[in-house]
């Protein structure tokens, strides 16, 4: 009788977890070293935001807690609503990965889907969360950017050095690429399989170079793709005719949160 009582109450829990997603599943906070950051960003007026300000922990209790409790099932439509918070897991420093949080609209942005929010997920840590001193600070130039990025990282006061995108590209422009499509068909609708093409052709054309590419937009013969790269390849770069945006550097900004 009692293994037929185990097997139900298996059962019923294998039916209760399944088609959620517990984002913090795979950290293991008990070996130390990590925080929880949450960094405010510019919504809609929001009390709970005006409460907790910029916040963090590193208390091993209270992140096991979020662990426990950021479990999310239903989907949310991607309201156009802006977010109020920018979620950084990290670890020694270094940023591992990031949400995006709206307090109003209850919707949570990760890079699996999105999730309907219940404030409640974060008011429940109210009193529990030291507060972050946040800096926003512009490098002046890449070099300068990196040694400072590799100094902060060996102060214990650190919480967070942001990931910029200038420590691995340069700049980036657009381009656009013409497809050869049917009457009732759309380029944009063929995106993922042309980026992959576009990928491989651009690696085999300049070899050495590195380079990320994205979608910017489109019509239904054309797409215009973003690539974000140095700017040797910028400056040889003929395979197709330029976008709206040349050449640009990035700008050389820099995110950094401290514990006060």
């Known amino acids: 009788m009692r293994k037929i009582t185990y097997t139900i109450l298996a059962i019923l ?25 949450g960094i405010r960003s510019e919504s809609d007026p929001s009390s709970l935001q005006d409460s907790l300000g910029d916040f963090y ?5 209270i992140l096991n807690e979020f662990k426990k ?42 890079d699996k889907a999105y999730f309907f929010f219940d404030s409640k997920k974060l008011r429940k840590f109210y009193g529990h969360l030291k507060t972050a001193n946040v800096k926003f600070e512009t490098m002046e130039s890449i070099e300068q950017g990196k ?10 006061s650190l919480l967070m050095v942001s990931n910029p995108i200038w420590n691995k590209y340069e700049g980036e422009f657009t381009f656009r690429y013409k497809c050869q499509v049917k009457e009732n068909e759309f380029c944009f609708d063929k995106e993922p399989q042309i980026l992959i093409k576009l990928n ?24 215009t793709i973003n690539i974000k790269c140095n700017k040797s390849l910028s400056d ?25």
């Not at 989907?75 to 940023?95: A, F």
């Not at 491989?200 to 797409?223: H, M, N, T, W």
């Not at 040349?246 to 949160?257: G, Q």
Request: charged share 25%; with cysteine; aromatic share 16%.
């Open 13 to 37: 829990v294998s039916l209760w977890t399944s088609g959620q997603t517990q984002l913090l599943k795979n950290y293991d906070f008990n070996k130390g070293g990590y925080c929880i950051l």
């Open 147 to 156: 040694k400072y990025i590799n100094s902060i990282l060996k102060d214990t």
């Open 236 to 260: 040889k770069f003929n395979l197709y005719p330029l976008g709206w945006s040349k050449w640009e550097y990035f700008k050389l900004y820099l995110t950094t949160a401290w514990k006060k």
């Open 200 to 223: 491989d052709q651009i690696k085999k054309v300049y070899p050495g170079e590195i380079f990320d590419l994205e979608g910017a937009g489109g019509s239904k013969d054309e797409l």
């Open 57 to 61: 922990t590193n208390d091993i209790k």
């Open 69 to 110: 409790d950021w479990i999310f099932k239903t989907p949310s439509p991607q309201y156009s609503c802006g977010y109020h918070y920018i979620i950084y897991i990290c670890k020694n420093g270094k940023c591992l990965e990031d949400f995006a949080v709206n307090l109003n609209c209850n919707e949570i942005a990760t």
